[in-house]
């Protein structure tokens, strides 16, 4: 493995704590496989299992539940060094609840990581790997109670507010970019598009925020 390589790989949280001698060893242990994907174009459908999770190397993919009746909700973003599937994965012959799309041209690597649970490997990297899923799936508990307490409120602007708000509280900003456009956040919102870019506008309108494409900026109140 090229050094240059090894150390892509080592910044991100899955592989923290793996050695540079190890890391070739754990790919190549875990069938690594690396595939690219053309936007809109579905991973993983729900219904379906699977043994490996994906590791966004570019680009970035959504996590869908889509009826047969065409609705949809998108239920987070996934963006470059994050995980997918990484619960289905380790549960054997889970059945997957949930659609992953690319949400823009992406390369997604394939780790086999259900082989970590059937024949426990033993080796340097196989504490820390696990350590790092642990974690990692804690995390996106963490998200996905998020967005519970965005969707919770009967009004658009309460579901608006909620999200910009969170995200003003990560980034430690005013002023951010959200992964999401216009259709993908009334999605994610359970908010029907017209009704929210309406209502957005309206939050423009009177100093609340300010917003272009995907770009927000909050207001603080002058009262």
């Known amino acids: ?23 070739e060893r754990c790919l190549q242990s875990l ?22 999770l994906g590791l966004v ?7 869908e539940s889509n009826d047969i009746w065409g609705n949809r909700t998108i239920l987070s973003h996934i963006g470059p060094g ?3 599937a990484e619960t289905y994965a380790l549960i054997p012959d889970s059945v997957m609840l949930v659609d992953v799309r690319a949400n823009e041209d992406c390369k997604i690597m394939f780790l086999n ?7 426990p490997l033993q080796l340097r990297w196989d504490e820390p790997l696990m350590k790092n899923l642990l974690m990692i799936s804690s995390q996106k ?21 909620s999200y ?4 003003s509280l990560q980034r430690n900003s005013t002023e951010f970019d959200i ?6 956040l009334a999605d994610y919102l359970n908010l029907e598009r017209t009704n929210m870019s309406k209502e957005l506008g309206r939050m423009q309108r009177e100093g609340l925020i300010e917003f272009r494409k995907n770009h927000f900026k909050l207001l603080e109140s002058e009262t």
Request: hydrophobic share 35%; no cysteine.
């Open 164 to 167: 910009l708000n969170s995200i």
């Open 1 to 23: 493995m090229k050094r240059n390589t090894y150390y892509e790989l080592a910044n991100l949280q899955l592989f923290m704590g793996i050695p540079e001698e190890d890391m």
């Open 113 to 119: 990581v259900s082989l970590l649970i059937k024949n």
């Open 141 to 161: 508990n963490l998200t996905l109670s998020g967005r519970s307490f965005h969707t919770s409120p009967k009004s658009a602007r309460a579901r608006i507010l």
């Open 31 to 52: 069938d690594m496989k690396e595939k690219n994907f053309r936007k809109d174009s579905f991973i993983f459908h729900a219904g379906s299992k699977t043994s490996q």
């Open 82 to 84: 994050q995980v997918f």
């Open 179 to 184: 992964p999401f456009n216009r259709q993908q």
């Open 57 to 63: 190397l570019s680009g970035s993919v959504t996590i």
